[in-house]
């Protein structure tokens, strides 16, 4: 790549798994954000289906029902991200030349088969650069049951919880009931294992309540968490780099109502709010 050219990024976005509309508003905000005067950038949208396109529309100028978060689509024209000696280069799925080169990809995906190590694996497969974490910690940051047991081994506290798989469910859902009931009990929150927080979640604070929210988070994912509810507060803390790591200020995350939407999440609710906890920040200045 020449001094003079600038570094041309891939924005992938979309994705097959059912936060696919929050990852499309996460790709607006990076491409809102990202320097233009450093960064060429290149949106490609994942659609529903798998395919990847470079679309009629960019992230800001697709629309949805009020209330809702916008998806994809399906137009576009299909392409895919080869390796070449000279470089991963963009070309069109139908033939002919190709569309250029990336230098980089910048996953903005959400979910599975996205920001679960599949797509970083492919990546490095290929040998295209990408941003974000490698396969193995993007695999831990999804499994919630695997990143419990890390957590655990190296002496962090963990909320109570047990895991459930489908075919536990499917062969004995009163024996998962009663083992939930014994070392969780009452409220909890039940969640797929391996999706975000804000598809599949419920607060459960009756056994009618807990069977509907296993079965819910079923619909998502063949390995469900039963958590217990606890009160506390969220802090959230962003780190970037590799071996010398950085630090954002840490941040208290909280909610005004009970009930967490992925409208919400995404910045279009009302419910979510930061601040800086009186705690840390009275310890930082003293």
């Not at 014994?182 to 797929?192: A, Q, V, W």
């Not at 819910?216 to 780099?241: F, M, P, T, W, Y």
Request: proline share 6%; hydrophobic share 40%.
């Amino acid at each position: 790549m020449s001094e003079s050219r600038k570094v041309r990024v891939a924005i992938l976005y979309g994705g097959r798994s059912a936060e696919h509309e929050v990852s499309v508003v996460s790709a607006r905000s990076v491409m809102a954000a990202i320097d233009r005067s450093k960064y060429d950038v290149v949106p490609i949208a994942i659609t529903k289906a798998g395919r990847w396109t470079l679309p009629e529309k960019t992230p800001d100028e697709l629309e949805a029902p009020k209330g809702s978060l916008p998806g994809t689509g399906e137009d576009g024209t299909g392409v895919a991200l080869m390796r070449e000696p000279t470089g991963a280069e963009l070309k069109p799925l139908a033939g002919g030349a190709a569309m250029g080169a990336v230098d980089v990809v910048f996953p903005v995906l959400h979910g599975p088969y996205g920001e679960d190590g599949t797509v970083q694996g492919m990546l490095e497969l290929a040998d295209v650069a990408y941003v974000g974490a490698g396969v193995l910690a993007s695999a831990l940051g999804m499994d919630k049951e695997m990143q419990k047991q890390l957590f655990r081994s190296r002496g962090l506290p963990v909320v109570p919880y047990v895991h459930v798989h489908a075919e536990d469910w499917q062969r004995g859902a009163e024996s998962v009931m009663e083992l939930a009931a014994d070392e969780i009990g009452l409220p909890c929150f039940t969640k797929p294992a391996r999706l975000g927080s804000s598809i599949g979640v419920s607060r459960c604070t009756t056994p009618d309540e807990l069977r509907a929210g296993v079965e819910l988070a079923l619909q998502h994912d063949s390995k469900v968490l039963v958590e217990k509810a606890i009160a506390g507060r969220e802090l959230e803390c962003a780190v970037l780099g590799n071996d010398e790591p950085e630090a954002s200020i840490v941040r208290n995350a909280s909610t005004a109502s009970r009930r967490i939407s992925s409208v919400t999440l995404s910045g279009r609710g009302a419910g979510m709010r930061s601040s800086l906890p009186s705690s840390i920040y009275f310890a930082s200045k003293s």
